[in-house]
Every structure is written in structure tokens, then in C-alpha cells.
């Protein structure tokens, strides 16, 4: 409105009258939106319908991953198995190291993202060793048809 306050025996100017119209236009116009998307029971169920879609299709990809994982798992065999969980405590220990050096002088906020990213790829633990196995799968392959030349 305006810079000057108001005193209560004084009527408001034309431009604050405006204003004040315009502010209780866009308000209105914002509640009646809400209250038209609450009454499109059409467009909820179309809403909820696609949301269960997509949470089936993860869920399938969720399995099938796990599927996979299991394959790959089962094909692995043992000194490859032993390499890999080898890497695997020498990746740990080296990103131990890493991540103490570097917590020293990083922001609270990065190490809490940190933290969460490191917290997701821990339930996720099943799928990441499934694709770290294939990867060793395929280099282990690459390497015994170099030599074969």
C-alpha cells in the first residue's frame, strides 16, 4: 500500500483501494483454483491411477533388479567372488581415510548430505554389488581373451 500509515478516520486513497482490490482478486482467484482441483474427482483418479502405475513399474524394476543381482551372484565364481570382496574392504578402508580427511574442513551441510547419499547406497547394497560383480565379470573376460591372442 502506501509509505505513510493510516489513521483510522482517514479514508483510503484510490491507489490503496486499488491494491488492496488487486490483492484480494489474486487470493480468490487462488482459492477458487484449490476448490475447482478438489472438485475434479475425474482428474484425482487419473492422478491416483498414475501413481500407482508408477509404483508397480518400480516395484518390478525393484525385482527384476534383485533377479539379476542374484544371476549374477550365483555365476560369480569363487577367487573372482574373493577379488571382489578383497576391493571391496580396500575401497572401504581407502574411503574411510578419505572421508576423515575431508570431514575436517567440509561444512556441516555437506556432510550431512553426505551422510544421507552414503545411507542410500547402504540399502541399496544388494544391486551395487550385483553391477560391481558383472563389471569384474566382464574385465576378468576382456583380460583372459587378451591373453588368448
Do not use: I
Not at 27 to 55: I, Y
Not at 119 to 137: D, E, Y
Amino acid at each position: 500500500m502506501s509509505d505513510k500509515p493510516q489513521s483510522p478516520n482517514e479514508p483510503p486513497t484510490p491507489e490503496e483501494l486499488r491494491e488492496k482490490t488487486e490483492t484480494t482478486r489474486e487470493r480468490l482467484g487462488q482459492t477458487v483454483e484449490a476448490l475447482a482441483g478438489k472438485a475434479d474427482v475425474k482428474a484425482q483418479a487419473r492422478q491416483k491411477a498414475t501413481e500407482v502405475k508408477v509404483q508397480e513399474k518400480a516395484m518390478q524394476v525393484k525385482d527384476k533388479t534383485a533377479q539379476a543381482a542374484k544371476v549374477a551372484q550365483d555365476r560369480l565364481p569363487e577367487p573372482v567372488a574373493a577379488k571382489a570382496a578383497q576391493a571391496k574392504d580396500q575401497l572401504t578402508q581407502a574411503a574411510a581415510t578419505v572421508a576423515s580427511k575431508l570431514q575436517e574442513g567440509t561444512p556441516q551441510e555437506v556432510t550431512e548430505k553426505a551422510y544421507q547419499v552414503t545411507q542410500s547406497a547402504r540399502r541399496r547394497r544388494g544391486p551395487l554389488l550385483a553391477v560391481a560383480a558383472v563389471a569384474l565379470l566382464v574385465l576378468v573376460k576382456k583380460r583372459g581373451n587378451k591373453g588368448r591372442r
